[in-house]
């Protein structure tokens, strides 16, 4: 069975929040959808509000502290992308704009990325089409056609009879699972990673033997 990792931010500021519940349904319907496909996955979740300090600092001083760069390395090294932001002012919030702000220009080009969003009122639900998902094209994504909308009334029983939010958050992650599938796993990317200039199973010993001459 071949693996695959999955990095999900979740930009809710209350804790527990409406945005994780929606990000942890994506995931665990994303790793479902996989292991459909014979793919394992393993996920690691991104608190945003947990950093928010952490990329104020990066923002300001252009260093990340070491629990934001265990965040971003995390992206950075995904298959793939779920970013789930609540709806303030019919767009993203400024804690999601701000990671995404912090984050290498280059790092999610091709990455496959699933759009998640809840607001009070289902009036916001087109941010993800003319706010969110601009953003991810911009940094050359590959954002997945269905973004998951939640509003309040889809956790009170009272939403969507036509496409109830559990659907939607099926066919979102189908089509994400999909994207994955078809392709490669991601490898290292660290420039320390001896692999990564001498060749895999080589080491120093081998460089040096070859200066030499042998």
Same mark, same amino acid.
């Given at each position: 069975?071949?693996?695959?990792?999955?990095?999900?931010?979740?930009?809710?500021?209350?804790?527990?929040?409406?945005?994780?519940?929606?990000?942890?349904?994506?995931?665990?319907?994303?790793?479902?959808?996989?292991?459909?496909?014979?793919?394992?996955?393993?996920?690691?979740?991104?608190?945003?509000?947990?950093?928010?300090?952490?990329?104020?600092?990066?923002?300001?001083?252009?260093?990340?502290?070491?629990?934001?760069?265990?965040?971003?390395?995390?992206?950075?090294?995904? +298959? #793939?992308?779920?970013?789930?932001? &609540?709806?303030?002012?019919?767009? *993203?919030? /400024?804690?999601?704009? %701000? !990671?995404?702000?912090?984050?290498?220009?280059?790092?999610?080009?091709?990455?496959?990325?699933?759009?998640?969003?809840?607001?009070?009122?289902?009036?916001?639900?087109?941010?993800?089409?003319?706010?969110?998902?601009?953003?991810?094209?911009?940094?050359?994504?590959?954002?997945?056609?269905?973004?998951?909308?939640?509003?309040?009334?889809?956790?009170?029983?009272?939403?969507?009879?036509?496409?109830?939010?559990?659907?939607?958050?099926?066919?979102?992650?189908?089509?994400?699972?999909?994207?994955?599938?078809?392709? +490669? #796993?991601?490898?290292?990317?660290? &420039?320390?990673?001896?692999?990564? *200039?001498? /060749?895999?199973?080589? %080491? !120093?010993?081998?460089?040096?033997?070859?200066?030499?001459?042998?």
């Amino acid at each position: 069975m071949t693996e695959r990792r999955i990095a999900v931010i979740s930009a809710g500021l209350s804790n527990p929040s409406s945005t994780r519940m929606l990000a942890d349904r994506l995931a665990a319907e994303t790793v479902k959808q996989l292991a459909e496909r014979e793919i394992e996955a393993t996920v690691d979740m991104i608190e945003l509000r947990d950093l928010a300090h952490d990329i104020t600092n990066n923002l300001l001083t252009g260093f990340a502290p070491s629990a934001l760069e265990s965040a971003l390395n995390s992206v950075y090294s995904a +298959d #793939a992308l779920i970013a789930v932001t &609540p709806i303030f002012s019919t767009s *993203y919030s /400024g804690l999601f704009k %701000s !990671f995404i702000d912090v984050l290498d220009p280059d790092a999610l080009t091709g990455k496959p990325v699933l759009i998640g969003a809840n607001a009070g009122t289902p009036r916001h639900s087109l941010a993800i089409d003319y706010a969110i998902r601009p953003l991810f094209a911009y940094l050359h994504a590959e954002a997945v056609s269905t973004g998951v909308f939640a509003a309040s009334s889809d956790w009170g029983g009272a939403g969507d009879d036509v496409a109830p939010l559990a659907k939607r958050v099926e066919k979102g992650a189908r089509e994400l699972a999909d994207a994955m599938a078809r392709k +490669d #796993a991601v490898t290292s990317s660290d &420039p320390f990673d001896p692999a990564n *200039y001498l /060749g895999e199973g080589r %080491s !120093f010993g081998h460089l040096l033997g070859g200066l030499a001459g042998e």
